[in-house]
């Protein structure tokens, strides 16, 4: 194999898939990234996969001779980092009989260095799709979702279907009522973002086979992929297409791929964890309401624990942080509040979390009792519900 391609397609593509590279791998070759050059198309692909997730990308070079080598991804990385911004050619003979590995020499300008590579036999492949399951989702709408909901994943790998985002489709066909709706919980706080494709933008339009084939769609993907698919389409146009069956979902977005399985167990009836009526709302500035956190929250240095304090009469929120040891804060802002009085207190990290998803210029705080959910919503753009667990105030 024998191609010639610019150092920064190289790095670029090549640091893109590396994410997929375990840094314990198990097998070994799993600690490699997969190059293919194709000689007909002058296209050069290079994969890489730790058993569940896999990230394939492809980009066009001069391909002097077809071939494919597995060489080690942080090897490989480091040395194409360093190496000058020009063109790079990269050769791989056979190997001899008498020679353990591949050896794959990289050349640009006065450089010349060797590294070993593996039988690209070892590399597993990436998993397919068997089914036809299709949905061409606007990559605005995608990012929109993802945006609003990864924060809430768990990281508990004992909860393992709560460490995904579950997304579902609306239940019937009529364009009126169609939607998307992701959900992310770790049981201590819940996003909903439910967004609504009829009417929407240019950006957030959906094709009518898509609207068809979300009914009925629920599906838990992880948020690690998830993480890695923002990165992938981040600078992409338009659509990015979903294909998926029992085991696998397909991310593709024109020259990349990514694979990842899906999470298996029912996700839990999210629904049921949000009240359906409240006897206390707080309307108010969003970017006033996260400053004012951001500044008490310098003073929680131990419990991480903010109190609200709800003045009906004067309509004015307080803040406040009492850290023994360490001192205390208040700040106050201007709410339009309906309902009593309360004193409620709240994890500062889930709470800044749910406002800096919101992108609204106001928000909707509504309530009930101090050891009930909370819930937290935009009053334009997508529907947002964020849910937060309130925690109990220690006099």
């Known amino acids: 194999m024998k191609i010639i391609c610019s150092q920064s397609d190289l790095k670029n593509n090549l640091a893109f898939v590396s994410r997929a590279v375990p840094s314990r791998p198990e097998p070994q070759v799993l600690g490699n990234v997969l190059l293919v050059a194709d000689e007909t198309n002058q296209k050069i692909t290079m994969t890489g996969f730790d058993g569940s997730l896999g990230i394939r990308a492809s980009f066009s070079g001069e391909v002097i001779s077809e ?30 009989d008498d020679e353990p590995n591949l050896v794959a020499t990289l050349s640009a300008a006065s450089s010349k260095l060797q590294i070993n590579g593996m039988d690209s036999t070892e590399f597993p492949e990436l998993p397919t799709v068997a089914s036809s399951h299709t949905l061409e989702l606007p990559i605005a709408l995608l990012l929109e979702g993802l945006k609003s909901c990864l924060f809430a994943a768990s990281t508990e790998l004992a909860k393992q279907v709560l460490t995904g985002i579950h997304l579902s489709g609306s239940s019937q066909t009529d364009l009126a009522d169609a939607f998307l709706e992701f959900a992310a919980t770790d049981s201590h706080r819940l996003s909903v973002v439910r967004a609504f494709l009829a009417g929407a933008d240019d950006d957030l339009a959906v094709a009518p086979d898509t609207i068809n084939n979300l009914v ?8 690690r992929a998830l993480r890695e698919l923002e990165k992938m389409v981040g600078d992409a146009q338009h659509t990015v297409r979903m ?4 085991n696998q979902i397909i991310f593709e977005s024109g020259e990349r791929v990514l694979n990842t399985s899906r999470l298996t167990g029912a996700y839990p009836p999210y629904e049921r964890l949000i009240p359906e009526s409240f006897t206390r709302q707080i309307t108010c500035d969003r970017k006033q309401l996260l400053s004012s ?4 929250s310098v003073l929680a240095q131990k419990n991480n624990i903010v109190k609200f304090s709800l003045d009906s009469e004067s309509e004015e929120l307080t803040l406040s942080v009492d ?23 709240f994890n500062i990290k889930y709470l800044a979390d749910g406002i800096k998803a919101i992108s609204s210029p106001e928000i909707k705080i509504q309530l009930n009792e101090w050891n009930q959910p909370v819930i937290f919503t935009p009053l ?16």
């Open 67 to 96: 071939g494919t080598v597995a060489l080690p991804a942080k090897l490989f990385n480091d040395i194409v980092s360093r190496l000058p911004e020009m063109d790079i050619t990269l050769d791989c003979g056979d190997r001899e």
């Open 216 to 223: 009925g769609m629920a599906v838990t993907i992880p948020a």
């Open 243 to 246: 294909r998926y069956d029992d």
């Open 293 to 296: 956190l951001e500044l008490v």
């Open 323 to 345: 850290t023994p040891d360490v001192g205390n804060a208040k700040q106050s802002l201007p709410a339009e509040i309906i309902g009593g009085d309360i004193d409620i207190a």
């Open 380 to 395: 334009s753009g997508l529907q947002v519900t964020y849910l937060v667990m309130p925690v109990q105030i220690r006099n």
